[in-house]
């Protein structure tokens, strides 16, 4: 399942980028990057068999959290600001739920991943 969902976030952040092109600033861009990179470690552990992770891959994936919880916190506000004004362009919408959707997979991908990693060690 962890390997699902990184390759499933490294196409969300593919899509989100797109999306979030139009308005887009460096800290997204900046978050994006990290979230592939974290992705892109988190694959290439599973494919070597190796369970520790280095600090790098630690300050991704604490990067990717904190990255995770302000995206899903703007797309509250977007929607929040969305619904007060009754104005529902499709961009809107479309970056809205793709904000959420990136968002819940990237917690899912970071507490799958610490769940093997603890489940690892009782062994």
Same mark, same amino acid.
């Given at each position: 399942?962890?390997?699902?969902?990184?390759?499933?976030?490294?196409? =969300?952040?593919?899509l989100? =980028?797109? %999306?979030?092109? &139009?308005?887009? *600033?460096r800290? $997204?861009? =900046?978050?994006?990057?990290?979230?592939? $990179?974290?992705?892109w470690?988190? &694959?290439r *552990?599973?494919?070597?068999?190796? %369970? @520790?992770?280095?600090?790098l891959?630690?300050?991704?994936?604490? /990067?990717t959290?904190?990255?995770?919880s302000y995206?899903?916190?703007?797309a /509250?506000?977007? &929607? $929040?600001?969305? /619904?007060?004004?009754?104005?529902?362009?499709?961009?809107?919408i479309?970056?809205?739920a793709?904000g959420?959707?990136?968002? /819940?997979?990237i =917690? &899912?991908?970071?507490f799958?991943?610490?769940?093997e @990693?603890?489940? @690892?060690k009782?062994d």
């Open positions: 399942m962890l390997r699902t969902l990184s390759y499933l976030n490294l196409l =969300f952040a593919v989100y =980028f797109l %999306a979030y092109l &139009l308005n887009g *600033n800290w $997204v861009v =900046f978050g994006l990057l990290v979230v592939i $990179v974290f992705n470690m988190t &694959l *552990n599973l494919e070597t068999g190796q %369970a @520790k992770w280095e600090v891959q630690w300050l991704a994936g604490g /990067i959290l904190l990255y995770a995206m899903g916190y703007g /509250i506000l977007l &929607l $929040v600001d969305t /619904i007060s004004y009754h104005y529902y362009p499709t961009e809107t479309l970056l809205i793709s959420f959707l990136f968002a /819940i997979t =917690f &899912l991908q970071l799958t991943a610490l769940y @990693k603890i489940d @690892k009782s």
